[in-house]
């Protein structure tokens, strides 16, 4: 079969950073769907786990985190998908990726994709709508039906992919959303997911916040850089508010006061744990993702698609990895087709 993988690890512009290969079909274990990839889409954590580094692998590795296409074959185990279905998941870092014609995946996080969206507008939600779910909804104390009623939400980077969910899945919970963006465009498309507010990250945020009459936020997302607004957070959250963190920081953090004294929570997600630690609710994720396909096809959720490229090889996932990571991309890019 055909695949996109890399050997080494090395800066994008790179002809050799990823390339196209020829791989066996795996086979399906207990658990597996052998899913048929119709279209993949490109995230941070692909451009993270390729940045150069010294290590190089004896085999090639295939990188992709997103993905949606039509189960193939199913193991022994597996009762909920038959050959046939149409899915999207997020899958799982620990195994082959999904920049692969079929790729293995365990059937307990995977869902049946949105009838409404096609292959490409699929394959742009499971990893950000699974992040922006799991932090609001399971590591912060909130409820989707209402938990934000009354409450105020601040999304930084609410023009990425994760903060393109989290603004339309904060309101749902019946938030108030301010989210930040820097550029005209951005700030259009916040207001266009339902932010009530939008302000603008390279400035200082409290003045910005004052002008709206706010002088604190009940919660706060940082979907863009944990070190920078560490400390504008503990000042600017309301005591016994809390703070979710998807952005791994480059040094330590500060956790004692002001965070101490207001009793702030501190709110940690990584969509892959369950998968990579087969934690007892692994089949959590499914029903997630299930749920935001019922959300979608009812017209409550919007995917977050922006761009299509195709079709699915190194070139073009070369150049969807450079787009990512020029830090201009809004939503969420997707590479289609063989």
Known sequence: ????????????????????????????????????????????????????????????????????????AVGEAVTDFTAGDAVYYAGDITRSGSNAQFQLVDARIVARKPASLDFPGAAALPLTALTAWELLFERMPYAIDGGGAGKTLLVIGGAGGVGSIAIQLARLAGFTVIATASRDETAAWCRSLGADHVIDHRQPLTPQLQALGLDAVDAALNLADTDRYWDVLGELLAPQGHVGLIVEPTGALKIGDPYKAKCIGIHWEFMFARARFKTEDMAEQGRILARVAELVDAGRLRGTLTDTLSPISAETLREAHRRLESGRTIGKLAVAGW
Request: charged share 30%; proline share 11%.
């Open 1 to 72: 079969m055909k695949a996109v993988a890399l050997t080494r690890y090395l800066p994008i512009d790179d002809p050799h950073a990823l390339l196209d290969v020829e791989l066996d079909l795996p086979e399906p274990g207990p658990h597996d769907l052998r899913v048929r990839v119709e279209a993949v889409s490109v995230n941070p954590v692909d451009t993270k786990v390729r940045a150069p580094k010294a290590q190089v692998e004896s085999t090639p590795r295939v990188l992709g985190y997103d993905a949606a296409g039509i189960v193939d």
